[in-house]
T-cell receptor
C-alpha cells in the first residue's frame, strides 16, 4: 500500500543551523510528493511539492528533491529561523487514487534563538 | 477573509452525545475533505467529496456522517460520541482531487469526556 515515513522528532536546532528532515515513501508508480507545515494552533499549509522524479520543490528557503531511486523526499533548509518552529508533514498523492493525500506522522521542529 | 472556515473551533461534550462541525470554503474549489488528527499529530483522511458527491469514505464508523449541501460546504455530524473520537478535525478543500494541493481550515478540537 501507500505510506509515508518521517523521522521522529522533535528536532531542536539553534538559529541559522542547517535543517534536514528525512522522508521516505512507499507507493506504486509515480506519486506526487509534498511538504506541508503546521504552525501552532493553525491548519496545515502547503510548503512545497514535486510531481515527478528529480523535480526539486522550493519555497521560503526550503527545498526537497524527488528521488525515485531512494524513494525519498527529504526537506532541507540552509539556515533556520525561530519562526520556522512548526510541525512538518511529508505527504504523497497516489497515482492510482486521487482525492486522497497520505501524510507522514509529522516532525516537530524547534528552533532556539 | 478566511478561505476555509470551520465552526466551532473548540467542542467539549459528554460520551453518547451527538455533535456537528461545519465547514465552508470560499475558494470556489470542487473538492472538500475531512481529516482527523490524533494526539500524536497523525493525520488521516476520513472523507472526500467532489461537487457534493462522496468520493472517499476511509473506513470511518457509520456514526460519522458527512453532508455536503453544496460544493462550498461540507459538514460533519457525529452520533453517539466515544472517548476515542477526541481529536482535532480538519476540513480542507482543493481545486481538484488529484493535485494534492489542499487548503486547510484551522481545525476543530473535539474533546469527549
Amino acid at each position: 500500500g501507500n505510506s509515508v515515513t518521517q523521522m521522529e522528532g522533535p528536532v531542536t536546532l539553534s538559529e541559522e543551523a542547517f535543517l534536514t528532515i528525512n522522508c521516505t515513501y512507499t507507493a506504486t508508480g509515480y506519486p506526487s510528493l509534498f511538504w506541508y507545515v503546521q504552525y501552532p494552533g493553525e491548519g496545515l499549509q502547503l510548503l512545497l511539492k514535486a510531481t515527478k522524479a528529480d523535480d526539486k520543490g522550493s519555497n521560503k528557503g526550503f527545498e526537497a528533491t524527488y528521488r525515485k531511486e531512494t524513494t525519498s523526499f527529504h526537506l532541507e533548509k540552509g539556515s533556520v529561523q525561530v519562526s520556522d518552529s512548526a510541525v512538518y508533514f511529508c505527504a504523497l498523492s497516489p497515482m492510482d487514487s486521487s482525492y486522497k493525500l497520505i501524510f507522514g506522522s509529522g516532525t516537530r521542529l524547534l528552533v532556539r534563538p | 477573509d478566511t478561505a476555509v472556515s470551520q465552526t466551532p473551533k473548540y467542542l467539549v461534550t459528554q460520551m453518547g452525545n451527538d455533535k456537528s462541525i461545519k465547514c465552508e470554503q470560499n475558494l470556489g474549489h470542487d473538492t472538500m475533505y475531512w481529516y482527523k488528527q490524533d494526539s500524536k499529530k497523525f493525520l488521516k483522511i476520513m472523507f472526500s467529496y467532489n461537487n457534493k458527491e462522496l468520493i472517499i469514505n476511509e473506513t470511518v464508523p457509520n456514526r460519522f456522517s458527512p453532508k455536503s449541501p453544496d460544493k462550498a460546504h461540507l459538514n460533519l455530524h457525529i452520533n453517539s460520541l466515544e472517548l476515542g473520537d477526541s481529536a482535532v478535525y480538519f476540513c480542507a478543500s482543493s481545486q481538484d482531487g488529484g493535485s494534492g494541493e489542499l487548503f486547510f481550515g484551522e481545525g476543530s478540537r473535539l474533546t469527549v469526556l
